[in-house]
């Protein structure tokens, strides 16, 4: 059996026209993943040089939603451009200059990069979202690495398709000036066909799966893994026995501490019930890219700072009764400790929170990543 070479793909459908539009919009998608994944990652860094706002309160869940969204979008997109491309897999390498053949091994070198990295960000992003870790590696970090290497890629491939792609784009689309000699044979859709198809795909995919945040489309959000149902209407993503959190933990021999210092002060959760309450509509927005909207109840965090002596402005360290899985402690900025709308939650939608959402009491911030919104708080310190 031979080997396919180039001139087996005889399909008008994989054309440079095609790839160029499909490639383009490939391309948004995976600068608009980019930078909203940059927020999402500096927005969970421990250091900020620049401190992440806390207002307005909906700015995570807006970017980290677009971020999953246009995620989503490239896996169609994806598939279609390398499908398209694909015959050139197959194409011989320039014969004579030595440069010439440099250049073209240095070209299919950066796609195979390109290609590499787009599959990894994209399968791990998926499992990320459905909460599923086939693998060893922390995810974060090897998400964050990966995308400098598909970005570096992708600008790289750009710069090099220029021409091509600005031609394409201002001719036809069933122009042939940059068509390969066998792509002759009509396809069982035409071009302008398949680019609609490839439009409804990754329109498809993202309100099937990416739209669960958005209560109009929820229902159409069929193969979301948060159906955003759930105690007061927020979804859960990790449950107390997931977390390890036994009823014996928050039963009524439960303390808070909030310590500064040589100060160390304990409340049950009747004593947090007694001090003043606030209410506030919040989002909670998790990083696989679901978010919800609560009523939140219970005491400013302000407030528990004061009984201490800590200035409002404090940086804290919140800890977790869990003892399974990440972030059972989290760091809170001033600006949010600060902000009138961060509470110690006890209640959600008007009832008690529900032991899977982080009874006796968790915390609730604006524009906060859902993984730092700790459950189960047992001790606020002050760090500074």
Known sequence: MRAPSESDFGSRLRSAAVAARVGTWLGVCFLVAFVTGLVSH??????????FPASPAWGYRLTQGVHVAAGTAAVPLLLVKLWTVYPRLFQPLPRGRARALVLAGLERGSIAVLVAAAIFQLVTGLANAAQWYPWSFSFRSS??????????ALLLHVAV????VRDAWLTDVDGTTHDRPAAVEPGSLTRRGLLRTTWLAAGVAVVATAASGVPGLRRASVLAVRSGEGPGGVPINRSAAAAGVTADAVGPSYRLQVAHGDRLVELSRDDLVAMPQATEVLPIACVEGWS????????????????????????????????????GTSTLPGQFAADPRTLLALGLAGEDLALDHGFPCRLIAPDRPGVLQTKWVRRIEVLA
């Open 143 to 152: 998400h964050y690495a990966i995308a400098w290497v598909a970005i570096g």
């Open 292 to 327: 919800a909207s609560g009523t939140w109840t219970g005491v400013r965090l302000r407030d528990l700072l004061a009984l201490v002596g800590a200035p409002a402005d404090s940086t804290v360290r919140l800890t977790s009764l869990q003892t399974r899985y990440a972030f």
């Open 161 to 164: 398709k220029l021409p091509v």
């Open 42 to 51: 500096y927005a969970q860094t421990g250091h900020q040089p620049v401190p």
